[in-house]
């Protein structure tokens, strides 16, 4: 006979490794409960037969053990095995076991009638000198419903049968029989997973669970979480009954991703147990790891507008099972993903709030939306994965003064015309310096785009001299993050008579020398901030 474990796994029932079936009546403890009353017992109990020996009736009616009740002795269940009376009632018949199998141990409770029971063991099936005798008295007279324990030793296991007599036959009854006892435990090795192995998602355990020579009951996978939050209880995860597996193959399939497992450090647990009780462990820790922790870009945010080299800052953590995490990006209408360091495609090493990687080649992008992705694996291959959208602006904005010219002279109410522009524009000025006060002044200044006029420059305060206009303009680009993050400023200046009606006494001390050149050239020049 060949037992096969059936084991559920991905919706379908899978056969492994076939063993041969235990011997019948290995550890067995009969208490005759299952029995009806009055039932002759011969051969129902698998590993033993039982005997009516002498038959003083010869053979009409023919004795047997039969299944008696309300024997109320000390150590009897409510049933118990009962001999025949024989012809006469107390006729010299007596009780004779013999086992399938050789016995080293067999047990059971005698009695319930007072008087001398002689128990006898033989080392073969019929005839033979006892290798055993032992004597059990019973104190009192008649039903006294005293029990005597019995116990039924041999070192080399070579009981083959036993026979007990009493010295008034017909009242021999015994209950609780014990034999086929196994004294080896069984056998648990698990091969899969290894110790501190990282695992998800639905495995196999494999490995051994067997007892070669005894009789098998069941075996069991539990597991319980170490870390984070121990629990204090072991969780059931698959139990097998009366299917070994001798030879290393599939045992359970554990689905790590049932609510009760959450992520962490588990004790795994495989026992096997005989039909003796007898019970062997073998224990392993493993991580059970079905996510990546925590992956986060924390700067620069979602919908920056940036431009040169961008730097990453945030946090790729995972506490058990870690590989690596990548930083990649692509243009949004479309295109491959790439990493934004060529030289590291990978990283392989934990961050927690700190730099995660720099985008080298940002400032050789096209202006576009790009984005950017962090994903975190484990070795077990799970993943996870945080995503931005970013703005690359390396273009600066176009800031230009058409009108007036530079040098002209201007007096009065001066309309100053030019073109501001930059698709992520901030703001711009237009200013003058004077030489004289030595101060920057606004003249006007907007956040939007602009061409054509610019401001209406009122000159008639002024002094009459060499000035000098600059028109600023400045986009929402955060340009070189990394070192000395600012926006892109573009600058024009213009150099500016005003007042001066085309006379070269600049200092206005009636004549025209290098004094007057000096203040020309510092007009021209102004001190740039």
């Known amino acids: 006979m060949f037992r096969m474990r059936l084991m559920p796994f991905a919706g379908a029932m899978v056969v492994f490794a076939a063993v041969a079936a235990p011997a019948a009546g290995q550890c067995v403890l009969a208490d005759f409960e299952e029995f009806p009353v009055n039932m002759p017992l011969t051969t129902q109990l698998d590993g033993v037969t039982f005997y009516v020996v002498g038959q003083s009736c010869d053979g009409n009616p023919v004795l047997y053990l039969r299944i008696a009740d309300e024997f109320y002795g000390e150590n009897f269940s409510s049933k118990v095995l009962l001999i025949d009376t024989g012809c006469p009632d107390f006729s010299s018949d007596y009780l004779r076991m013999v086992f399938d199998d050789k016995q080293g141990d067999v047990r059971f409770s005698l009695g319930p009638w007072a008087g001398t029971y002689y128990v006898r063991a033989y080392a073969s099936a019929s005839g033979g000198a006892p290798i055993s005798a032992q004597t059990v008295i019973i104190p009192g007279t008649g039903f006294v419903g005293a029990t005597q324990t019995v116990q039924v030793t041999r070192a080399q296991r070579d009981i083959r049968r036993i026979e007990i007599q009493a010295a008034v036959s017909g009242h021999e009854a015994i209950d609780h029989l014990y034999f086929g006892h196994d004294d080896t435990p069984p056998e648990v090795q698990i091969d899969?997973?290894?110790?501190?192995?990282?695992?998800?998602?639905?495995?196999?355990?494999?490995?051994?669970?067997?007892?070669?020579?005894?009789?098998?009951?069941?075996?069991?996978?539990?597991?319980?979480?170490?870390?984070?939050?121990?629990?204090?209880?072991?969780?059931?995860?698959?139990?097998?009954?009366?299917?070994?597996?001798?030879?290393?193959?599939?045992?359970?399939?554990?689905?790590?991703?049932e609510p009760e497992f959450t992520d962490g450090v588990y004790v795994l647990r495989v026992t096997s147990i005989n039909a003796c009780g007898l019970a062997t462990t073998e224990e392993l820790t493993v991580y059970v790891d079905n996510s990546f922790n925590t992956v986060q870009i924390q700067n620069p945010n979602h919908g920056d507008i940036v431009g040169g080299t961008v730097c990453f800052d945030g946090t790729a953590w995972e506490q058990t099972c870690f590989d690596n995490y990548i930083v990649r990006y692509k243009p949004v209408g479309g295109g491959s993903w790439l990493p934004v360091d060529p030289s590291n495609p990978t990283y392989g090493s934990t961050v927690t709030n700190n730099p995660l990687a720099w985008w080298v080649n940002a400032p050789n992008l096209p202006d576009g939306d790009y984005l950017v992705a962090l994903a975190g694996?484990?070795?077990?291959?799970?993943?996870?994965?945080?995503?931005?959208?970013?703005?690359?602006?390396?273009?600066?904005?176009?800031?230009?003064?058409?009108?007036?010219?530079?040098?002209?002279?201007?007096?009065?109410?001066?309309?100053?015309?030019?073109?501001?522009?930059?698709?992520?524009?901030?703001?711009?000025?237009?200013?003058?310096?004077?030489?004289?006060?030595?101060?920057?002044?606004?003249?006007?200044?907007?956040?939007?785009?602009?061409?054509?006029?610019?401001?209406?420059?009122?000159?008639?305060?002024?002094?009459?001299?060499?000035?000098?206009?600059?028109?600023?303009?400045?986009?929402?680009?955060?340009?070189?993050?990394?070192?000395?993050?600012?926006?892109?400023?573009?600058?024009?200046?213009?150099?500016?008579?005003?007042?001066?009606?085309?006379?070269?006494?600049?200092?206005?001390?009636?004549?025209?020398?290098?004094?007057?050149?000096?203040?020309?050239?510092?007009?021209?020049?102004?001190?740039?901030?």
């Open 192 to 257: 899969y997973p290894a110790p501190l192995d990282c695992i998800n998602g639905t495995i196999t355990v494999t490995g051994v669970v067997c007892d070669e020579d005894g009789a098998y009951d069941r075996d069991r996978l539990e597991a319980m979480r170490i870390w984070p939050s121990p629990q204090t209880e072991w969780t059931l995860v698959r139990e097998y009954v009366g299917s070994q597996v001798c030879d290393p193959s599939s045992l359970y399939s554990w689905d790590t991703t």
């Open 377 to 529: 694996n484990t070795t077990t291959g799970a993943t996870a994965s945080d995503q931005i959208l970013l703005t690359i602006d390396n273009t600066p904005p176009v800031a230009q003064i058409t009108s007036p010219s530079p040098c002209a002279n201007v007096e009065g109410v001066v309309q100053v015309t030019g073109t501001v522009f930059d698709e992520n524009i901030d703001d711009w000025s237009l200013q003058y310096f004077n030489p004289i006060t030595q101060t920057w002044s606004y003249i006007e200044d907007d956040s939007d785009n602009a061409s054509g006029i610019l401001a209406n420059w009122d000159t008639s305060g002024l002094t009459p001299c060499f000035y000098l206009l600059r028109l600023r303009a400045k986009d929402n680009a955060t340009v070189n993050r990394c070192s000395d993050p600012d926006p892109h400023v573009t600058d024009f200046y213009l150099p500016i008579a005003v007042g001066l009606g085309g006379t070269t006494d600049l200092d206005m001390d009636g004549d025209t020398d290098l004094a007057d050149f000096a203040l020309f050239m510092e007009s021209f020049t102004g001190p740039l901030p």
